[in-house]
């Protein structure tokens, strides 16, 4: 039943999803940098099964240019100001909505990954910011790239909405969004699907459900597409 699904999924169901997300993207956002599947090194003190270490791993993108946020469009709900500019990834006319943001001198780029959190069994958003010349962007200055309302929500909620700490597989100081309450959105966004009533959660619509909400912190967004899409072979999450 859908009722008695915690908005939670397995390490397993967390591969099915990323790459599912990751083929729909790659599909509707070729001209961006794309999510990849980044298999964890193997540890020599355990032993793995071939097929199951391929789905040990995070979901990755990086050099990631944040969208240009118009004042007058941010006021109104992060509606995203439409211009043209050259895209840096191909030699094409794109939409400023998906690629470019400049908060001053030279550009800043985001790596993001997408890593399954064993304890509260949801995906966690870490990221790192930093300069063309690689040198990495302190909080202050990420909070003048985001949209106003995730700004707001930073001042008001530093270190527990967002905060920093070491990157379960890089071992390296990430930034990360906390992912306390996740599974309550999760299942919120999930439930109320009215092919889950009949079918049950659709493990291939998480990932894509997931960034739908933790992107716009960002200002990055699905294309519509996207949100409509899931697989005719779905698999479906525990119950």
């Given at each position: ?30 001209s961006l940098?794309q999510?990849s ?6 540890r020599p ?8 270490f391929?789905k040990v791993g ?21 509606i ?17 909505a ?8 030279g ?11 064993a ?13 063309d010349?690689?040198?990495p962007?302190l909080l202050d ?5 985001i ?14 909405f ?23 959105w ?6 109320t ?22 992107g716009?912190?960002?200002g990055?967004?699905l ?6 899409l ?5 698999i479906?999450?525990?119950?």
């Amino acid at each position: 039943m859908v009722e008695s699904w915690d908005g939670t999924l397995s390490s397993t169901e967390f591969y099915v999803a990323a790459c599912a997300f990751a083929k729909q993207w790659r599909k509707f956002n070729p001209s961006l940098p794309q999510w990849s599947w980044v298999t964890c090194p193997k540890r020599p003190w355990i032993s793995h099964d071939n097929q199951i270490f391929e789905k040990v791993g995070y979901l990755s993108v990086e050099n990631v240019i944040l969208p240009r946020l118009s004042e007058e469009a941010d006021q109104k709900g992060d509606i995203i100001e439409k211009e043209e500019c050259v895209s840096e990834y191909e030699d094409e006319v794109v939409d400023t909505a998906v690629v470019v943001h400049n908060g001053g001198p030279g550009v800043h780029r985001y790596d993001f990954h997408a890593v399954y959190s064993a304890s509260y069994r949801v995906p966690v958003l870490y990221f790192r910011a930093y300069c063309d010349d690689g040198q990495p962007l302190l909080l202050d200055e990420i909070e003048k790239d985001i949209p106003v309302h995730s700004a707001e929500l930073l001042i008001k909620s530093k270190w527990t909405f967002m905060t920093q700490e070491e990157h379960p597989e890089l071992n390296r100081p990430w930034y990360t969004l906390h992912p306390c309450g996740t599974s309550e959105w999760m299942k919120l966004l999930l439930s109320t699907d009215a092919s889950a009533a009949q079918s049950g959660i659709p493990v291939e619509k998480y990932m894509i459900s997931w960034f739908s909400v933790v992107g716009q912190v960002f200002g990055l967004k699905l294309p519509f597409e996207i949100l409509n899409l899931v697989g005719a072979d779905t698999i479906v999450c525990r119950q």
